[in-house]
């Protein structure tokens, strides 16, 4: 007999009944379905009584397909599903229009779904966060082999209800939402790598897309590139006892090909690390011989194997790398297609400095669009070395990042700002003369100076600092200063030009410890003024400050109304603060990522049972110095910086 799969239309509810009543026993597929609102609704009181038919005499469903957009049914619908779940293995339910509906649909769903299904396919309206968690939590015991869902709240809750319990073989519907979801989250996208063959797949390239710049101790994924190394290095390796045959071999992939990111200091200084981490006894020739050819020798695999990267980073800071900046550098010259393609050509260097050689200044030309520089030093905009007014190259319509680091920016001339036409950021990190000079030339811009990020530890006049807040203050969001300019929060004058310029500040940074001083004075004005001035939601907040255990009850009062993503408090004094951070952060779930150390008493990351405290309120701790954005040039400030 041919299973009933299909009925469009309810006028013949008794002839309905005698073909159930009569195939009963073979019926295994049913779907109804509506093609307008104002039908089903007339029908509703028909497919009611027919769900109630199947119901009835049906006990070998094995494939349900329901459309329910009225409420009329929605139980005889639920009744259904629970009794002939023992057979049932194909589930589908569609709501298109009914928002109310598609709540409660979840909520009752999970508790009477089977323990296993082949196939559930969800099609709701507009459904709220919380009953897509009460259906995975009511549902938690069912293994779904696929799973469409259409609904974008589910997110969040893929990791803790359907991943970490291995509930489902495949999500097609939602599997690029969720990679891309974890994008940055390592150890999730670990967790992906181990639910089944399609999870790993897709995983895996995100995983390796960007391994230099994974700040990690387990250097297991530098031994898997070393494998790709030829004889001759590998034996060289082996006979200063580098490494011996347990290089990783039979690889599911050649994951150098999954290379997207490739910063050329981080990928030398990986290497570097890791030589000094397991031979500590061999001269530094030796070691920086081995680093030069391994490096030099894997940019050989990557260029020969076509690597298509996304963007390619050159940073030159050091001297003592130059050599394998070189050679790298050449061999990209050689093989020019390899950055054919590239979006982003990153060059991190000095301006107006003699290691700037041609061949970078070739490598430069050749990609001819460069969108983001950093410089340092002495920034000489005036000479005719300088990069940024080479005739060789224009960077008016593609530059739209510049970044000042540690720089002297006396010679800085504002009709170089008058030419970038693109600049969508610029951001100033600890640069000296920050002058009236300075401040009145970039008042003097005609196009709009888009000051992103503002870091200083000298002390500008007040007139200085109101003219540059003036022209920039309303595109600030980053602003950080050093122990020596706690005299500046001191003056009320400077607080006021901040609070009144700045209003989309996102990312604070006070460091009052350095050189062995701590600034008792300067950390107390900061505890008992900053709380009642911070916006409503912050990105990061770092206090590094000598903290009074009363003034540190003061800050947390006053900033009770603010949410922030990461706290960082690093206590330079003696006084413990865990008491007052429970009270007011842990039981007000006011913080993301939180991480505090003290000079005496350790990290709280290393405290395990404070740590699952924080965790059961939705707190996640972190070491302080994994969190910290910290100002070294290489560290993650600058990549947090650039977005």
């Known amino acids: 007999m041919t299973p009933l799969q299909r009925y469009e239309r309810l006028s013949e509810i008794e002839s309905l009944k005698l073909l159930i009543q009569k195939s009963c026993g073979y019926l295994e597929n049913f779907r ?41 049914i929605i139980y005889s619908a639920l009744n259904l599903i629970e009794n002939i779940k023992q057979n049932l293995n194909y589930l589908s339910i569609k709501t298109y229009y009914n928002k109310e509906l598609s709540s409660f649909l979840l909520q009752k769903l999970g508790q009477i779904i089977p323990p296993k299904l082949e196939y559930l396919d969800l099609y709701l309206c507009n459904v709220k966060a919380c009953d897509v968690e009460v259906f995975l939590k009511k549902s938690q015991d069912t293994f779904i082999k696929k799973l469409l869902i259409k609904v974008q709240v589910i997110l969040p809750f893929i990791k803790t209800y359907i991943m970490k319990k291995r509930r489902l073989r495949d999500l097609p519907e939602l599997t690029y939402e969720v990679i891309k979801y974890f994008h940055n989250d390592f150890s999730t996208l670990y967790s992906c790598v181990l639910v089944n063959r399609l999870w790993c797949r897709l995983a895996i390239p995100l995983l390796w897309e960007n391994p230099f710049s994974i ?24 006979e200063y006892k580098i490494i011996n045959n347990s290089l990783p071999s039979n690889t599911f992939f050649n994951y150098y090909i999954f290379l997207k990111y490739l910063n050329i200091y981080k990928f030398a200084y990986s290497f570097e690390k890791w030589l000094k981490a397991i031979n500590k006894t061999s001269p530094f020739e030796i070691r920086f011989k081995i680093l030069n050819d391994i490096c030099t020798a894997l940019f050989k695999i990557f260029i020969e194997n076509k690597i298509k990267l996304h963007t390619l980073e050159i940073e030159i800071f050091t001297l003592c790398k ?6 790298i550098i050449k061999l990209i010259l050689k093989n020019l297609n390899f950055i054919n393609n590239i979006r982003n050509l990153k060059y991190y260097g000095y301006d107006c400095c003699n290691r700037i050689n041609d061949n970078i200044l070739q490598l430069i030309k050749s990609h001819q669009n460069p969108k983001k520089f950093l410089l340092t030093g002495c920034i000489n905009l005036r000479s005719n070395d300088s990069l940024l007014l080479s005739k060789d190259f ?20 504002n009709n170089i700002f008058e030419q970038l036409n693109v600049l969508e950021s610029a951001h100033i990190i600890y640069c000296y003369s920050l002058n009236e000079n300075f401040s009145q030339q970039i ?57 009144k310029y700045c209003k989309n500040l996102k990312f604070f940074d006070f460091h009052g ?21 911070l916006p409503s939601k912050l990105e990061y907040l770092s206090l590094v400050l000598t903290i009074n255990r009363s003034e540190f009850r003061i800050f ?88």
């Open 556 to 643: 947390l009062q006053n900033s009770k109304d603010t949410f922030i993503n990461k706290l960082l408090i690093m206590q330079i004094g003696r006084d413990d603060i865990l008491r007052y951070t429970k009270e007011f952060i842990m039981n007000e779930k006011r913080v993301k990522y939180l991480a505090i150390k003290s000079r005496y008493n350790g990290d709280l990351y290393d405290l395990e049972d404070e740590v699952k405290e924080f965790k059961l309120h939705n707190i996640k701790v972190r070491s302080f110095n994994d969190l910290s954005l910290s100002d070294n040039l290489n560290s993650n400030l600058i990549d947090y910086l650039q977005g």
């Open 513 to 533: 410890y350095e050189n062995g001083y701590d600034n008792i004075e300067g950390s107390s004005i900061i505890l008992q003024n900053l709380g009642q001035a």
């Open 443 to 499: 008042n003097n811009l005609i196009k709009p100076f888009k000051l992103k990020s503002l870091f200083i530890k000298e002390l500008p006049e007040i007139e200085s600092m109101e003219l540059l807040l003036q022209k920039s203050g309303n595109y600030l969001e980053n602003f950080g200063c050093k122990f020596g300019l706690f005299g500046l929060l001191l003056n009320q004058r400077y607080s006021e030009l901040i609070i």
């Open 215 to 238: 700040r990690t101790r387990n250097y297991k994924h530098l031994e898997i590139y070393l494998q790709y190394l030829n004889e001759d290095i590998k034996t060289q390796l082996k």
């Open 32 to 72: 109804y379905y509506f093609t307008e609102l104002i039908e089903l609704t007339q029908n509703s009181q028909r497919m009611e009584q027919l769900l109630e038919l199947i119901m009835k005499h049906c006990k070998n469903i094995k494939f349900l397909d329901l459309n329910i957009n009225v409420n009329q």
């Open 394 to 413: 224009n960077f008016s319509n593609t530059l739209n990042t510049i970044i000042f680091y540690r720089a002297d920016l006396k010679h800085l001339i």
């Open 322 to 327: 130059d050599t394998i900046y070189d050679n």
